[in-house]
């Protein structure tokens, strides 16, 4: 027990040391926080959507913008798209769910917000459709994903592959990043705070 427990803390300091090493990843980190904050600056708005522990990480991310990460600040319009669960399941049963978040997008989304999904496969139908109204509408994307981006690669206007196929190794990735975007991001806002 106890060497697998050590097993899978190396498989996960060798994951995030093949992301500090990756400078095209960084980059597009960086081009990440550029586009929210500039969202922000604007007066727009962050949708996050996932599905399962992304959908977790979705709301759990969208609650460091609109609560608070480090400094006490005004709250920022963000919101994980799935927390309305009469909505949700609405949509699932008259629709089915691969619109549960096309939909929501539709009726709330407009040009200049940020549209983050997240998704360890790259593949949920339900997010790659929102990517396409979101895309419809002047919105921007950014994917969380695993290896090579699935599906949702082609819809994103920045997409943060993790090189990983293992879901529990990508997650932990997926939320280092989103805590690495939380933080500039209030940092590029509240130099002030």
């Known amino acids: 027990m106890v060497n697998k427990t050590l097993s899978i803390i190396a498989s996960s ?3 995030k040391q093949n992301i500090l090493n990756d400078s095209d990843l960084i980059c597009k980190i960086v081009a990440a926080v550029g586009t929210i904050s500039g969202a922000f600056k604007n007066g727009n708005k962050v949708l996050f959507c996932g599905n399962g522990g992304s959908a977790a990480d979705a709301q759990h991310l969208a ?11 005004r709250s920022l319009p963000a919101e994980a798209l799935h927390c309305n669960t009469s909505y949700l399941t609405a ?3 008259d629709y089915g769910y691969e619109y549960v978040y096309s939909r929501i997008v539709d009726g709330i989304g407009a040009k200049g917000d940020v549209l983050v999904g997240i998704s360890t496969s790259g593949n949920s139908k339900n997010i790659i459709k929102a990517f396409e109204v979101a895309k419809g509408k002047g919105m921007n994307i950014i994917s969380l994903t695993g290896n090579n981006g699935g599906g949702m690669k082609e819809h994103s206007d920045i997409l943060l592959d993790i090189p990983s196929t293992d879901t529990p190794r990508i997650q932990e990735c997926h939320i280092l990043i989103g805590h690495i975007i939380c933080e500039l991001v209030e940092e590029e806002l509240f130099k002030s705070v």
Do not use: C, M, P, T
């Open 13 to 15: 300091i060798s994951l």
């Open 91 to 93: 949509v699932a049963n």
């Open 63 to 73: 609650a460091e913008f609109s609560g608070r990460f480090y400094k006490d600040r």
